[in-house]
């Protein structure tokens, strides 16, 4: 599976929490949330386009790969995303077997996410409004598609922005902006 993925800066949440309602968009609870980055003991991440993090999410725990970008107009790559642990505390265990492991850990990305469900032309989409510590205000689009229809979710994913006036879609991950801006 595929994660097909845009995202852009945002001047006026408001304004967008508007369309979003008018198109029938479902809102769900804020959620605190925090990224966790580690790079591989034998090749640099940030050089092969790969990510590999620990989030906690509310109160749940998951670890993601993700593969390289493979298309140049969005952020469209194979992920894979395991659940894990219940208890306080899971994520600092996890980290740590990766640090024994020779994993090191790159940052921690820091937002408030208020995630949305929206059926768009047919496709069952997720939209995350995020505040992130550093950066401010992004809309994430996404959707998961098989190999055979990921340029078809990512011009549905366009499609949406095209409606929302959304014209400037952001490449870099927030690890890359913050890495780039020099904030910790």
């Known amino acids: 599976m ?18 979003l309602e008018a198109l029938g968009a479902v809102q ?15 090749r640099d991440f940030a050089q092969t ?12 725990y998951r670890v993601t790969y993700k593969g390289p970008k493979l298309d140049t107009k969005s952020k469209t790559r ?11 505390g899971d994520d ?10 020779g994993f090191r850990e790159a940052r921690t990305v820091r937002k408030e996410r208020t995630p949305f469900e929206l059926e ?13 510590a550093g950066l401010g205000n992004f809309l994430e689009i ?7 229809e990921r340029d078809e979710a990512r011009d549905c994913i366009l499609r ?5 006036q959304l014209n400037n879609s952001e490449l870099r991950s927030y690890l890359q902006l913050l890495k780039e801006r020099g904030s910790r």
């Not at 386009?49 to 749940?60: M, Y």
């Not at 949406?160 to 929302?164: H, P, S, T």
Request: hydrophobic letters at 40%; proline letters at 4%; a negative charge.
């Open 2 to 19: 595929y994660e097909v993925e845009l995202k852009f800066p945002l001047a006026d949440v408001g304004q967008l929490r508007k369309q």
């Open 28 to 42: 769900h609870s804020v959620l605190p949330q925090s990224d966790r980055y580690f790079n591989h003991p034998v």
């Open 49 to 60: 386009d790969e990510a590999f993090r620990i989030r906690k999410s509310g109160d749940s």
């Open 78 to 88: 194979r992920e894979i995303e395991i659940p894990f642990g219940k208890a306080e």
């Open 92 to 101: 600092e265990k996890f980290a740590a077997m990766l640090v024994l492991l």
């Open 120 to 132: 768009w032309e047919g496709r069952q989409l997720e939209l995350a409004l995020d505040n992130v």
């Open 142 to 148: 996404e959707t998961i598609a098989d190999e055979g």
């Open 160 to 164: 949406l922005a095209a409606r929302l």
